[in-house]
């Protein structure tokens, strides 16, 4: 199983007879929700940031050069190495980092106003949604 998320119109075009050796199934609720969390990213700023934190004289700038890092890893590690073209999903995962860091705390702990129960309360929320979106790709609108 890939990381692109499939779509129903994806297969449909794509494989139009799956008894004919076609096969692949459109992605379910939870298979969609795994593929958009990047969960190799969060584990990369997860294991930066908490060696920062040992350091309690790091300047403050170190925190948002960590998150703006991860943050270009994102789409960058979906499209070379686990090979995603669709834009929409790697839209969803890169907002899904920024969910996932806000909850967090991160740099954003440094804003003024900042509180942590916001990020956490859209955490859970951001989550469940995403999985309701199943892009398709530029294929899918291609008439077989």
């Known amino acids: 199983?890939?990381?692109?998320?499939?779509?129903g119109p994806e297969?449909?075009?794509?494989?139009p007879h799956p008894a004919r050796g076609g096969g692949q199934k459109a992605d379910?609720?939870?298979?969609?929700?795994?593929?958009?969390?990047?969960g190799e990213v969060v584990a990369l700023y997860l294991s930066v940031s908490t060696i920062l934190a040992t350091d309690k004289d790091a300047p403050r700038f170190l925190s948002w050069g960590i998150f703006?890092?991860?943050?270009?890893?994102?789409?960058l590690y979906l499209w070379?190495?686990?090979?995603?073209?669709?834009k929409l999903q790697l839209a969803i995962s890169t907002g899904?980092?920024?969910?996932w860091v806000l909850a967090i705390g991160g740099p954003f702990a440094q804003?003024?106003?900042?509180?942590k129960v916001y990020g956490a309360i859209l955490l859970?929320?951001?989550?469940?949604?995403?999985a309701f979106a199943a892009p398709a790709t530029a294929g899918a609108s291609k008439k077989p």
């Not at 070379?80 to 669709?86: A, D, E, S, T």
């Not at 859970?124 to 995403?130: G, L, Q, S, V």
Request: with cysteine.
């Open 124 to 130: 859970p929320i951001f989550t469940f949604f995403i």
């Open 80 to 86: 070379v190495i686990q090979k995603v073209r669709g």
């Open 11 to 15: 297969v449909s075009s794509a494989f």
């Open 111 to 115: 804003l003024e106003g900042y509180r």
């Open 1 to 7: 199983m890939g990381r692109e998320v499939v779509s």
């Open 28 to 38: 379910r609720w939870r298979d969609r929700l795994f593929k958009y969390i990047p």
């Open 68 to 75: 703006g890092v991860c943050l270009v890893a994102t789409p």
């Open 96 to 99: 899904a980092f920024i969910v």
